[in-house]
């Protein structure tokens, strides 16, 4: 047994829009994964998330994105990998500079929606993702989804010097390669509270979980990826931080 970062997803709204319980949820993470502008946020946002994540003592992460402010990230960009490692660059520089008017700093970062799915496929992309790291601050980690297969991605990230945070989620299923199941299927994002908090366990404890074609899947975990968008993922969140502290005890 280990234990495990929590992390979530913050700074979502834009302009008039809100999205997410932010300030609800903030209590009960160690890692707030901030976005920068390109798939939601905007300047305001941005330093409101700082102060508060600030605030509650909780990591700042930059979570980049490609450029879908409509699609909110979740739709892949045909992209060079030039390309990619620019738009790091920009995204973590816009949110570090904010963090440092704060009193804080970019801690680590974790890529947004389509673009963490791409680099996990695109060996390419994933190099130009952690090449950005190194030239902006390469003590920074990167979060990486865990897989059954992270050999890869380990192999480059000696080669580059990038460290490594594997994520893992507490509300989705996994296919037999360790990859989330697609939230277009039937059965991909758990809803049951005490599903939620039961798969948080197994993954906390080092268990196998079940993947999608019934094989036993074991994945390294660092942090745990958890949501704050309604009232029960709320309580899901406070369920599983007490579960991790009693295991701790």
Same mark, same amino acid.
Not at 43 to 63: C, E, F, N, Y
């Given at each position: 047994?280990?234990?495990l970062l929590l992390n979530c997803d913050i700074g979502e709204s834009f302009g008039a829009w809100t999205m997410g319980l932010d300030a609800e949820v903030m209590p009960f993470i ?96 994933? %190099? *130009?993702?952690?090449? &950005?790291?190194?030239?902006? !601050? ?6 990486? #989804? =865990? ?35 697609? %939230? *277009?299927?039937?059965? &991909?994002?758990?809803?049951? !509270? ?6 948080? #366990? =197994? ?35 406070? %369920? ?10």
């Amino acid at each position: 047994m280990k234990s495990l970062l929590l992390n979530c997803d913050i700074g979502e709204s834009f302009g008039a829009w809100t999205m997410g319980l932010d300030a609800e949820v903030m209590p009960f993470i160690d890692c707030a994964n901030v976005a920068c502008g390109f798939h939601a946020s905007d300047p305001q946002i941005m330093r409101r998330t700082v102060a508060l994540a600030k605030q509650h003592d909780v990591q700042i992460g930059a979570h980049p994105a490609y450029p879908d402010l409509v699609g909110f990230g979740r739709r892949s960009i045909a992209c060079r990998p030039k390309e990619v490692e620019n738009m790091l660059l920009y995204q973590i520089g816009a949110l570090d500079g904010i963090c440092r008017a704060e009193g804080t700093q970019v801690r680590y970062v974790k890529p947004h929606g389509a673009l963490y799915n791409d680099m996990m496929r695109q060996p390419e992309l994933l %190099r *130009a993702v952690m090449t &950005a790291i190194v030239a902006y !601050a390469p003590s920074r980690p990167l979060m990486l #989804m =865990s897989t059954r297969y992270n050999s890869g991605a380990q192999t480059l990230t000696d080669e580059l010097g990038v460290t490594l945070w594997f994520e893992v989620f507490a509300d989705r299923a996994y296919d037999a390669a360790g990859m989330l199941v697609s %939230r *277009a299927l039937p059965g &991909a994002v758990h809803q049951d !509270a005490d599903t939620v908090a039961a798969q948080a #366990m =197994s993954l906390a404890k080092g268990e196998a979980l079940t993947a999608s074609d019934g094989s036993a899947l074991i994945l390294r975990a660092d942090t745990l990826c958890v949501h704050g968008d309604n009232a029960g993922s709320i309580a899901a969140v406070q %369920r599983i931080r007490q579960a991790l502290q009693g295991l701790a005890e």
